[in-house]
């Protein structure tokens, strides 16, 4: 008897097509009302180009590090992601600001920018598995469990950029700061001159790197709070004898990278020098020449002379461009594997054009507004940042 076929049950992850539907379990959800150009559109270039020129000055299109090529070609300036969200505040004659980043960007661009300044995210599913990955109620949690245990008063909140807006403001209203990773190590020294521990959100990885790598630290003062576990999965006593209380969270692009990674590249290309992000896990640090942000990955290669080579540990698109950028050097990506980040590639060329022509119609699409109350709190955590010494000067992510 012939069997019929029977639609297998949608997974939690299942994949949607672009702008289409929303899967609430894994994306804070899609929305394209109108029609999004075909990927296929052989006009797509122009079109985003038209738009662009329509709007004139009163659109700025901030390009994050690792997007892609189609959609970074349009970008009015490119950078991470608190340089990007700066330079939109610096331009108010842009009415909107279009984001080819992730949501926490974006949000954080709608906090530091005017009021009459509008923020869009041209795919509302380009979020960040680590930003994700500290939810507000389980960091709330985290927060009365260090309270009921007397902890509280003596632990000072770091986040990282790479963090929600309401993790931002929790950390604004509870003494805390924002960091990046190029300076994580100075917030930190500013939080243990006010207290004896760090809640560090939402990144293990950058917390524990600096502490051990820049502080001196051993890797026994940092312990995991895991939010899936009751009391984080502590004991009181561990929390109080802990110096850094670190969020289970990491970046999903970074943490591919493994200490093999590393071994298997110098096997390859002896004599190479490894270059990688702070948000590669600890033992990949350990093995690696070079650790530093974005910024300081792109002014090491533009820096370093003819005939350098560098196997580099961060996203792949821009390893790519680093090494189009300079063929008189050898620029590898660190892993044999492909690893872009998934969520800021759902930024692409239709969802680009689709976003700028909706603007060219008066139409405001994919708003990402931050609440007065949330945008307060973390703009003093942010502030809190920019008091730190060199800090408002230097360069970021
Ligand atoms: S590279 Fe990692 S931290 Fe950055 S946006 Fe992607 S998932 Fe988030």
Not at 271 to 297: M, Q, W, Y
Request: with cysteine.
């Amino acid at each position: 008897m012939a069997q019929s076929f029977v639609e297998p049950e949608k997974t939690p992850l299942a994949l949607l097509l672009l702008g289409q539907d929303a899967d609430p379990d894994s994306e804070r959800g899609v929305e394209c009302p109108g029609d999004l150009p075909p990927a296929s559109d052989p006009d797509l270039v122009a079109r985003a180009a038209a738009a662009k020129a329509a709007l004139g000055d009163r659109v700025f299109i901030l390009g994050h590090h690792y997007q892609r090529d189609e959609v970074i070609q349009f970008a009015d300036v490119t950078g991470d992601s608190f340089k990007l969200s700066q330079q939109a505040a610096a331009r108010p004659e842009a009415q909107f600001v279009v984001f080819a980043g992730v949501h926490f960007m974006a949000e954080s661009a709608d906090i530091l920018t005017a009021d009459h300044q509008t923020v869009i995210l041209p795919d509302l599913a380009a979020g960040c598995s680590m930003a994700d990955m500290a939810a507000m109620h389980q960091v709330d949690e985290a927060w009365q469990t260090l309270t009921r245990w007397g902890l509280a008063e003596s632990t000072v909140p770091i986040t990282y950029m790479n963090s929600s807006a309401d993790i931002k403001a929790f950390t604004g209203r509870n003494g805390g700061s924002i960091c990046t990773s190029s300076n994580a190590k100075r917030s930190l020294e500013w939080s243990f001159e006010r207290g004896e521990r760090v809640l560090f959100l939402p990144d293990q990885h950058l917390g524990r790197n600096t502490a051990v790598r820049d502080l001196g630290m051993s890797l026994e003062d940092c312990v995991v709070w895991d939010p899936h576990k009751p009391d984080g999965g502590m004991t009181e006593e561990q929390a109080r004898s802990a110096r850094m209380l670190l969020w289970k969270g990491h970046c999903s692009v970074h943490g591919k990278f493994t200490a093999e990674s590393v071994d298997d590249v110098r096997e390859r290309m002896p004599g190479i020098t490894v270059l990688v992000h702070p948000e590669c896990r600890h033992e990949v640090i350990n093995k690696a020449d070079l650790v530093g942000s974005t910024e300081f990955i792109i002014s090491t290669i533009d820096a370093a002379p003819p005939g350098s080579a560098f196997a580099v540990g961060t996203e792949l698109n821009l390893v790519r461009r680093l090494a189009l950028r300079h063929p008189d050097k050898t620029v590898v990506f660190l892993d044999k594997a492909v690893c872009f980040c998934a969520t800021m590639n759902r930024i692409d060329l239709p969802h680009l054009v689709w976003s700028l022509e909706s603007l060219v119609e008066d139409r405001v699409v994919n708003q990402i507004s931050v609440d007065p109350d949330t945008a307060h709190w973390a703009r003093v955590a942010l502030d809190r940042m920019l008091a730190l010494p060199g800090v408002a000067s230097a360069p970021t992510d």
